[in-house]
T-cell receptor
Framework: EPEVTQTPSHQVTQMGQEVILRCVPISNHLYFYWYRQILGQKVEFLVSFYNNEISEKSEIFDDQFSVERPDGSNFTLKIRSTKLEDSAMYFC???????????????FGPGTRLTVL | GNSVTQMEGPVTLSEEAFLTINCTYTATGYPSLFWYVQYPGEGLQLLLKATKADDKGSNKGFEATYRKETTSFHLEKGSVQVSDSAVYFCALSDPSLSGYSTLTFGKGTMLLVSP
C-alpha cells in the first residue's frame, strides 16, 4: 500500500541554523501539505501546495519558511533560521482528487521531530 | 474561525470497556468531519469520516455521528482492545474557508487500554 514517507525521523539543530525536512508523497497525488504539532498542543496547518505553487498558508508560515518540490517526487519544508519555538513534530500529507472535495482523505507521513537547542 | 475541541486525555480503560471521546466543533460553513488515529511511531491515519449532518462514519468497530444541532462528532466503540491504544484526533475541513481541504485539528486524546 502506498504511503507518505518523511526523513529524518528526528532532527536536532542549533538556534539560527537552517533545516530542511523531507517528504515523499504518494506518487499520483496532486496536493501536498505541511502541518506541525508543538508538544501538548494542537496539530496546526502550515501550508498547502498544488501545481508547483503555494495554494494556502497560515499565519505561522512566515518568511522563515519555504516549501519546494524540487524533483517531482520530494516535497521539502525549509526553515531558514530556526528558533526555539520551532521545536515541534512536523507532518507532511498528500491528497489526490478534486480541489473542492473536502472529504478526500489526506494521507500523513510519520512525522519529523525537530528539536531546536 | 474554525476550531475543534476534544476531551483531555489520557483516557484509561480496561479491555472490552465502552469508549467515548467527545469532540465538538465550530465552523462557518458546512464542514466535513474526520477522526484520525496515530499509533506509536506512525503517522496520522484516517479512521472514519462524515461529510454531512446525520451521517455516521464507521470503521474497525468505531463510530461517530455528525450532529449539526450540537456541533459534535463524538467517537465511540463498544468494546476496546489493547491494540486500540493510540492518540485520536478529531478534525474538520471547511470548503467555505479552504478550497484546498486543509484540516483543522483538535489537540488529540490519548487512549490507553489495559488487559
Amino acid at each position: 500500500e502506498p504511503e507518505v514517507t518523511q526523513t529524518p525521523s528526528h532532527q536536532v539543530t542549533q538556534m539560527g541554523q537552517e533545516v530542511i525536512l523531507r517528504c515523499v508523497p504518494i506518487s499520483n497525488h496532486l496536493y501536498f501539505y505541511w502541518y506541525r504539532q508543538i508538544l501538548g498542543q494542537k496539530v496546526e496547518f502550515l501550508v498547502s501546495f498544488y501545481n508547483n505553487e503555494i495554494s494556502e498558508k497560515s499565519e505561522i508560515f512566515d518568511d522563515q519558511f519555504s516549501v519546494e518540490r524540487p524533483d517531482g517526487s520530494n516535497f521539502t519544508l525549509k526553515i531558514r533560521s530556526t528558533k526555539l519555538e520551532d521545536s515541534a513534530m512536523y507532518f507532511c500529507a498528500s491528497r489526490g482528487g478534486a480541489r473542492r472535495a473536502s472529504s478526500n482523505e489526506q494521507f500523513f507521513g510519520p512525522g519529523t521531530r525537530l528539536t531546536v537547542l | 474561525g474554525n476550531s475543534v475541541t476534544q476531551m483531555e486525555g489520557p483516557v484509561t480503560l480496561s479491555e472490552e470497556a465502552f469508549l467515548t471521546i467527545n469532540c465538538t466543533y465550530t465552523a462557518t460553513g458546512y464542514p466535513s468531519l474526520f477522526w484520525y488515529v496515530q499509533y506509536p511511531g506512525e503517522g496520522l491515519q484516517l479512521l472514519l469520516k462524515a461529510t454531512k449532518a446525520d451521517d455516521k462514519g464507521s470503521n474497525k468497530g468505531f463510530e461517530a455521528t455528525y450532529r449539526k444541532e450540537t456541533t459534535s462528532f463524538h467517537l465511540e466503540k463498544g468494546s476496546v482492545q489493547v491494540s486500540d491504544s493510540a492518540v485520536y484526533f478529531c478534525a474538520l475541513s471547511d470548503p467555505s474557508l479552504s478550497g484546498y481541504s486543509t484540516l483543522t485539528f483538535g489537540k488529540g486524546t490519548m487512549l490507553l487500554v489495559s488487559p
